[in-house]
């Protein structure tokens, strides 16, 4: 019964801080590490269950406090570029070495005020985004030409946006625009969201877990009833797992 592996691991750490449960399997089973009860086990997960849903819930209330409202977009003309502009642009793009690190912190002041900063000497800036989900360059490329008034020339296959300044680029006062996050509000975000992708994992594979776990439990008892009467147990405590 590999499968139910992870389920004995949660439920003898969890076990340890229920005295309670520790003592009725103790009891019932006269060893509960060696051969936990199917009841046992099915009460310590799900309690397991419930405490991941509240972590869960907490941390989704937690990251509430870092949403940064936008500000209203600001109206401009934007430019059109010729078939030419762009081929030239993304090979000017792809000979400099300058670029901007988009890292675990994501987007945030910071990023946008170097992409100004490299605005000043050239015309194009390389943004690269590591690490990155799959499609999450996309949300990269929107949202820092909104903030930084950029046009995305080209979004390279391994995460790496090409920015154009445009022909009438002036360098903005505050660089660093206000509805963005500080860096270090920016780490604890991204503490927060990998702590959540962990917790929505967690439960997720608890769920299927949990699932086959008590088809199998529902299938002992019926084997169970179908058993001598003589034989069979008056508690259903006593099914252990192999």
Known sequence: MATFASIRQISRQFVKREPLLKFCCFVQNESFFPSPCLDCITFASQRSYSAAKRKEAWLIEKLRKYEVLKAPAEAYDPEILTEEEIHYLKRTGEKKKNYVQVGRRGVFGGVVLNMHLHWKKHETVKVICKPCKLGQVLEYAEELARL???????????????????RNYVQPNIMSPADTLSKSKALEKYKYEQSLDHTSEFIENLEKELEEYLKHKARCHKAKESEPQDFADDNGCNSTLS
């Not at 008034?149 to 154009?164: A, E, H, L, Q, R």
């Open 148 to 166: 930084s008034k950029g046009i995305v020339i080209d979004i390279k296959p391994n995460n790496t946006i090409i920015f154009y300044r445009g």
